[in-house]
């Protein structure tokens, strides 16, 4: 018998949020809630329905390997040069690729934690050992946790070799600002790289949380992760992109890339919802409406759910958070649960967002039956 390696072997798999329609079927109802994902519950842009169709009619040939297209818009964008931007299947597609490029067995990637899920399990795909630094404890009732960067700065050594800081971070929403974080750049060893994951940069409404790409000018060992799959809307079709100051961040994930791992019309949807900015750009200023709604309902009920900056909000239920979200579930409503801590809820449509808040009533006047 042929073994995987013993880290392969223990790996945990990733767990994806589950189908509403198996769900639904499974306890026999019409329709499942699904807010577990944080998708956008709009429907694809029109500009972009567009593109897909036109492309599909390509996709007997190879998708363009560089993606030249689409890396010229984000150059354009950002204000950068091409060789400074690396496409990816995802952002997730490219922090293994940085993994694969910079770190060997004995050196470590650093983050906090909890954070971004993946990052873990990438240092050891990596053969990496994975420094995980406690986020730093919120208020009760106030502030949720979020970075300790002075603690995150004090952990690095030698070995580390890449450095994840989650902004806003997930599943907490939370956010730091742009003062603390420009001093924890500048307290990074030069030879340690820091990736900004700005998956949910659109959703920011507070002004003192920084754009990581200004804070990235300058800085030859920092770079900037961001996605088309949350608010860009393209989760279906997995394009993420990495911007680096030093094109030499970028030429390295390049390398690792796994060859027409964007497809086709991955590119053509991407470069159409970069054309369609305004239209993006009222479509995250909808999901900020509610999920100021959802929060200030949250809060009514009882919760200690602080700001989020992101298109989910954080409910810190510590040990009853495996029960509630069962009983969530079992009420037509997915989220996304972490055992012992709390339940990340994505914002959804007001509508979705109702038949969440009524099964949560339920779910609680149940538990004190």
């Known amino acids: 018998m042929v073994s995987a390696r013993p880290a392969v072997q223990s790996l945990p798999a990733y767990r ?46 190879y998708p363009d390997n560089g ?20 496409a990816g299947c995802g952002a997730v597609a490219i922090c293994q690729e940085l993994a694969q490029a910079y770190n ?44 300790d960067l002075a603690a995150l700065a004090a952990a690095l050594d030698d070995s580390t070799r890449l450095v994840f800081v989650c902004n806003p971070n997930n599943p907490t929403g939370t956010a730091v600002r742009r003062a603390e974080l420009a001093r924890f750049l500048d307290a990074v060893p030069t030879e340690t790289l ?4 700005e998956a949910y940069r659109e959703f920011v409404t507070d002004p003192r949380v920084p754009d990581g790409v200004e804070l990235m000018r300058g800085r030859p060992n920092v770079a900037v992760l961001r996605t088309f799959s949350k608010a860009w809307g393209l989760a279906g079709l997995r394009v993420g992109y990495l911007l680096a100051e030093d ?16 497809g086709m019309v991955a590119q053509a949807a991407a470069v159409a919802a970069l054309a369609s900015e305004d239209e993006v750009r009222a479509r995250c200023a909808a999901v900020v409406t509610e999920r100021e709604r959802l929060t200030a309902a949250l809060r009514d009920r009882g919760l200690g759910v602080a700001d989020s900056q992101a298109n989910f909000v ?17 009420r037509a409503v997915i989220t996304r649960p972490f055992a012992g801590e709390g339940i990340r809820v994505t914002v959804g449509t007001p509508e979705e967002d109702d038949v969440f808040l009524a099964a949560l009533d339920d779910a609680l006047a ?4």
């Open 104 to 147: 060997d067995p004995g050196t470590s990637i650093a983050f906090a934690w909890r954070s971004f899920e993946m990052y873990p399990l990438l240092a050891r795909v990596a053969g990496a050992r994975a420094v995980q630094v406690p986020l730093a404890p919120g208020r009760p009732g106030g502030s949720a946790d979020t970075h």
């Open 314 to 330: 954080w409910l810190p239920t510590g040990e009853r958070t495996a029960e509630l979200a069962a009983a969530l579930e079992s």
């Open 16 to 61: 994806p949020g589950r189908n509403p329609a198996d769900l639904a079927r499974e306890i026999g109802v019409e329709r499942a809630v699904k807010l577990a994902s944080n998708e956008v519950a709009f429907p694809p842009l029109p500009a972009v329905v567009e593109a897909v169709t036109t492309a599909v009619a390509g996709t007997n040939r």
């Open 67 to 86: 993606a030249v297209v689409l890396t010229g818009a984000l150059a354009e964008r950002y204000d950068v040069d091409p060789a400074q931007v690396a």
């Open 194 to 197: 820091v990736v900004l994951d």
């Open 247 to 262: 094109p030499a961040v970028a030429e390295a994930v390049r390398k690792t890339h796994l060859p027409f791992s964007v």
């Open 366 to 369: 149940a538990a004190v039956r």
